[in-house]
Structure formats: C-alpha cells, structure tokens
C-alpha cells in the first residue's frame, strides 16, 4: 500500500524554525517527484513546493511566499522528504500535507502553529 | 500565476440528483507533451485530499464511475451523476501544467 506519513510539526515563534518530514513506503520513492501543499485554517489549498527525482537533476521549485525561506530535500536511501523551514510566519500557520509529484498519493497532514 | 476560478463556491444537493462544478484557468492548460494537467480534488470534513480526476477526465483507481471530468483548454467541468450521501466535502481544481502549480477555491458540496 502507497504511503505517506508526515510528522515534525508543532508550536513555533515567529522568526523560529521547524523541519517536517515525510516517510514514505509501498512505491519507489527514488523514482517520484514529490510536493509540500499547504492549508491554513478554514482556507483552500496552496502548493509550497516540488522536488524532482535525482535523475531529473534532484531539483527543487518554491511557490513565492515561501522563496528562500523554505527549503525541500529528500533523502532516497531513507525514503523520507524533508521540507526546513526558516523564519517562520504567522501566515505560515497550516496544516502542511506532503503528496506524490502528480498529486495521486497525500499524507494526512503534520500541524504548523506559528504563534508568539 | 494561473488563476483557477471555479463555480458555483457552494452547491447544496438532493441526494439522487445530478452535480456539476465548473473550473476556469487564466491560461490554456495544454502542456507542450499534448497532455493537459488538470486534476480534481476531494476533501470530505478532517480528511486529506483525495485526487478523482486527473489529466481533465482519467478516473483515479477506486473513484466511483459518478464521477466524471470533461474539459480542455481553460474550461472544465466536474460533473457527479448521482449524489450520495459520502460526496459531501469540499471540490478542487488544480492546474499542474505551468509552474507553480495552482488549486481553485474550492466549491462546498452539501447534501440537502
């Protein structure tokens, strides 16, 4: 069974830090371009950022209020995506779900509170 | 970015009757390898979301054959043929063609 399992999230202040994770299992990781998407409380859903697989260049593209804050990284031989993020918002209060490249497979989602 | 507008933003539905949203990109959706990477999304209260549709009109595996996407260019439609009571939830679209990739607002389903 594909799966995908978030965790990392939490009380931060702002101008704090976090990083989440994503592990994943029943698919070849390796081969999949994978994607944070975000939604704020009671609010529609908003893609944070993609990472494609190390045969396409390992590469990651960042939704723009995120740019150089935010950070995605994977680590294939531990079948886990990272997403670091760094001075940290009150905007970027969300729950923060991890999904498969084309969006098929979602994790059910790790809680960000960013909140003095 | 694209824009995604869909409508109607609530549809309150008699279980039995039919269901349609519509989805409107800013921009054409065709991709330059022909496909056209529109996805439907459903959200039922404290889930995930759950992709039904892909590339404008593939059912995902496990999706009942209610469902159906229609669609090309900027215009789509979800369409549900016979509300049930487990269709209740929140509907998006997402444009996975231009980057970023962008969802609509979201359309509540309520089942009357």
């Known amino acids: 069974e594909v799966q995908l399992v978030e965790s990392g999230g939490g009380l931060v202040k702002p101008g704090g830090c976090l990083r989440l994770?994503?592990?994943?299992?029943?698919?070849?990781?390796?081969?999949?371009?994978m994607s944070w998407v975000r939604q704020a409380p009671g609010k529609g859903l908003e893609w944070v950022g993609r990472i494609k697989t190390k045969a396409d260049g390992g590469t990651a593209d960042y939704a723009a209020p995120v740019e150089g804050r935010f950070t995605i990284s994977r680590d294939d031989s531990d079948n886990t995506l990272y997403l670091h993020m760094n001075s940290l918002k009150t905007e970027d209060t969300a729950v923060y779900y991890c999904?498969?490249?084309?969006?098929?497979?979602w994790g059910k989602g790790s809680t960000v509170t960013v909140s003095s | 970015d694209v824009v995604m507008t869909q409508s109607p933003l609530s549809l309150p539905v008699t279980l039995g009757q039919p269901a349609s949203i519509s989805c409107r990109s800013s921009?054409?959706?065709?991709?330059?390898?022909?496909?056209?990477?529109l996805n439907w999304f459903q959200q039922r209260p404290g889930q995930s979301p759950r992709r039904l549709i892909s590339k404008a009109s593939n059912r995902d595996s496990g999706v009942p054959d209610r469902f159906s996407g229609s669609g090309s260019g900027t215009d789509f439609t979800l369409k549900i043929s016979r509300v049930e009571a487990e269709d209740a939830g929140v509907y998006y679209c997402m444009q996975g063609t231009h980057w970023p990739g962008t969802f609509g607002q979201g359309t509540k389903v309520e089942i009357k």
């Open positions: 921009q054409s959706l065709v991709y330059s390898d022909g496909n056209t990477y």
């Open positions: 999904a498969t490249g084309l969006m098929g497979v």
């Open positions: 994770s994503c592990a994943a299992s029943g698919f070849t990781f390796s081969d999949a371009w």
